[in-house]
């Protein structure tokens, strides 16, 4: 594995990522971009079309020749002078003119200065947008058969009703270079929003680009099929290479179920890249029956990380959503630390917590009072007025689900927020269902004072949605916060409220060890906080623990970063009697020790041995690392490391390892959501057959795009 060389790969992202032509850029001087390295002739043709997708499209997809007229770009219009200098040369085409002095690339919308010369306007294409002579000269041949074009466009238009299934796979293309680009966005469109590829057989696409572009042939299923395969396999090897850049891999494991009742795992791989960037890169997804994908997890992991070039050796931790048993066969046969989801966590520790009877049957009466107004229109419409009445029209009622204790919280604070409405209308309405049983007054009260216990969990969830804190270093406050405010809220409940805290902090202790010495000194997520400048002050664990702690955290640094030998800084006597060992040359030596040293021996004895003097480097700087001051909540703890890391580097190597480990196998924003995701909902009507290149591409795609882009960014910042 390579240490994280920033610039290693920062080049390599930079040579096989091509930025947005919307994108606006600096001006720069003109330079050539070197071809792609370390790509193989039968891929290198495929690059351009992967990662040039919207230059093509800025070159390829700007205004048909006929359409131009038709917005009164011909010599009659007020754009004639424009339209005089684009029959004499091509650059034009891409080209505004704003006055006399000033031009705005239709592309990326830069202004350039023009001193009638198409010079700096031609260079700016191929620098920025790739756009060489050879587009130019296809440009130029496109609108040679302009009029062929449009015939074809007229015959075109008169069977644009006819559904794909009439042939519609087979019409004629007026500009093949044109044809290909829509071909290209057909298949972006279906990878980077989760279609099916059945999407090109819908009549109601089919019209809609048969309108937009009456002469471009739809592609078929298999058709598409057989390009997101070439277009998976050419950022496959990208990925694969990036991979090779990282120090360390956390692998996420993450079991999910489609609407067909299939169940999916989905591998992840995590890591802190040089330049100190998150990286989230998926690996694979495939079907598994779920029985047997939580036992032999450990050889599906291991045959991922094989078809990506990657050891066992180069995982340093698995997060996974499974049973404990789990972490104990990885450590086992792998050698691999691991750890559960946060957010799978939270959710069983908080349902543990709700399983009491008297809180089951309160949840199963408010349940049933949501669903009463869900289905029945009267019910809805009287409280609706009512609502209206007192400005409360905004407030809906919230029907809670099982998966997500969230909900739970949510179906609550509705009834609360809305409970005189409510019994107004149960009132009016006594012939409601004749199962719906109203909440006595006790019960108001339960879920009043249950409300205050589940915000402060979803305070912890919220802290942990940030962007800073997407690292596992910030969930041990978290728990350890939950622990302490819920056990302060329930000093003053009732015993059914006490009950309930009781249960949530004896599972947050029983899964998280936090009760365990030897557990929590072991764990990652306590190494990754006090790696965070954040909380490295260790405030959950006791004097005696954090000392244990600092004492392992030196042991790892001399384990893994050997130093070289300390340098002696002999200087050679010059009486060779000295060097010979005899009386002579040890009263010599004596003498010069006492002439030379009689005041730092002085000193040691008055205030002890300078401890630097025989501390190895390393442990120097986790020593100056503990006295650092805190940073902010608000610090992002991959920025500090960044400004830092010459100040630590050993330190710092360490921190790339333990803040790469997430806290949840997902995205926060999907883990601690509220509802199912956009992600969520479209990946689950996916065919198996294309499923893992579809969420490969949607995930990987724009990840590399962003990561080259920021690059860039990051080498044009002066250091």
Same mark, same amino acid.
């Not at 802190?272 to 992991?301: F, N, S, Y």
């Given at each position: ?130 756009? *060489?002579? &050879? ?8 609108? #040679? /058969?302009? $009029? =062929?074009?449009? +015939? ?7 069977? *644009?009703? &006819? ?8 019409? #004629? /293309?007026? $500009? =093949?270079?044109? +044809? ?540």
């Amino acid at each position: 594995m390579a240490d994280g060389n920033s610039t290693g790969a920062s080049q390599f992202l930079q040579k096989c990522v091509k930025p947005e032509a919307g994108e606006a850029q600096p001006k720069e001087e003109a330079t050539e971009e070197p071809s792609l390295p370390l790509v193989p002739p039968s891929v290198r043709e495929e690059v351009p079309m992967v990662f040039n997708a919207y230059n093509m499209a800025a070159t390829n997809l700007g205004p048909s020749p006929r359409r131009r007229r038709e917005k009164g770009g011909g010599p009659e219009g007020a754009s004639a002078a424009l339209y005089v200098d684009r029959r004499k040369s091509k650059v034009w085409n891409y080209y505004t003119k704003l006055g006399d002095a000033y031009v705005e690339c239709n592309v990326c919308k830069k202004q350039l200065s023009f001193h009638n010369s198409t010079t700096t306007m031609r260079e700016h294409l191929v620098r920025k947008h790739s756009i *060489r002579d &050879t587009l130019l000269s296809q440009l130029k041949d496109d609108q #040679a /058969s302009e $009029s =062929e074009c449009a +015939a074809q466009e007229n015959a075109a238009k008169r069977s *644009r009703q &006819t559904p794909p299934e009439s042939g519609l796979y087979h019409a #004629a /293309s007026c $500009s =093949e270079p044109r +044809a290909d680009v829509i071909l290209e966005l057909v298949l972006e469109m279906i990878f980077r929003d989760l279609h099916p590829l059945s999407v090109v057989k819908d009549k109601g696409f089919g019209l809609l680009v048969g309108y937009l572009e009456p002469s471009f042939a739809l592609p078929s299923p298999l058709q598409l099929a057989g390009m997101l395969w070439r277009r998976y396999s050419v950022v496959k090897q990208h990925v694969e290479r990036y991979l090779q850049t990282a120090q360390a891999i956390v692998v996420c494991a993450e079991l999910w179920g489609s609407r067909l009742s299939q169940t999916y795992l989905t591998v992840t791989a995590n890591f802190i890249d040089g330049e100190w960037r998150r990286a989230r890169c998926v690996m694979e997804t495939r079907q598994v029956r779920r029985d047997e994908a939580e036992g032999d997890l450990g050889e599906k992991l291991y045959a991922v990380l094989g078809e990506f070039g990657l050891s066992s050796k180069s995982v340093f931790c698995v997060l996974h959503d499974g049973p404990a048993a789990n972490g104990q066969r990885l450590k086992a046969a792998y050698g691999w630390s691991s750890l559960r989801c946060a957010a799978r966590t939270l959710h069983l520790c908080v349902k543990a917590g709700l399983d009491v009877e008297q809180v089951q049957e309160a949840l199963g009466i408010a349940r049933g009072i949501v669903g009463y107004f869900q289905q029945d229109a009267k019910a809805t419409c009287s409280l609706n007025s009512k609502l209206e009445a007192i400005n409360k029209s905004k407030l809906k009622l919230v029907m809670d689900t099982g998966s997500r204790w969230i909900t739970t919280l949510e179906m609550c604070e509705s009834l609360l927020d809305l409970k005189w409405a409510i019994m107004s209308v149960l009132e009016e309405h006594p012939k409601g269902p004749a199962a719906l049983r109203h909440l006595a007054d006790h019960q108001w009260k339960l879920l009043q004072d249950l409300v205050p216990v589940m915000r402060t969990v979803k305070i912890a969830t919220s802290f942990l949605r940030e962007e800073q804190n997407a690292s596992v270093s910030a969930l041990m406050p978290c728990i350890h916060g939950i622990v302490a405010a819920i056990g302060q809220q329930s000093e003053e409940a009732g015993a059914v409220i006490k009950t309930v805290v009781g249960n949530i902090r004896s599972e947050l202790t029983r899964r998280w060890g936090l009760a365990e010495d030897e557990k929590l000194l072991e764990s990652p997520a306590v190494i990754a906080s006090f790696l965070d400048p954040r909380f490295k002050e260790l405030r959950f664990l006791s004097p005696s623990l954090r000392s244990e702690l600092h004492r392992r955290v030196k042991t790892m640094l001399s384990q893994v970063f050997q130093p070289p030998p300390a340098a002696q800084f002999w200087v050679p006597n010059a009486d060779p009697k000295a060097e010979g060992g005899d009386a002579g040359g040890q009263l010599s030596a004596r003498k010069d020790r006492c002439s030379s040293a009689p005041s730092q021996s002085m000193y040691d004895i008055l205030l002890g041995k300078d401890p630097t003097e025989s501390m190895p480097e390393i442990h120097q700087q986790l020593e100056n690392y503990i006295v650092e001051p805190l940073c902010k909540r608000s610090t992002n703890p991959l920025d500090w490391w960044k400004n830092n890391e010459h100040r630590f580097p050993a330190v710092a190597r360490l921190s790339r390892q333990y803040l790469a480990v997430p806290a949840t196998a997902v995205l926060p924003e999907q883990a601690f959501g509220a509802g199912e995701s956009a992600l969520e909902h479209r990946r689950a009507v996916l065919a198996p057959e294309n499923l893992d290149q579809i969420l490969f591409l949607h995930q990987n795609f724009d990840f590399l795009e962003s990561v080259r882009n920021g690059s860039e960014a990051w080498n044009r910042t002066p250091h």
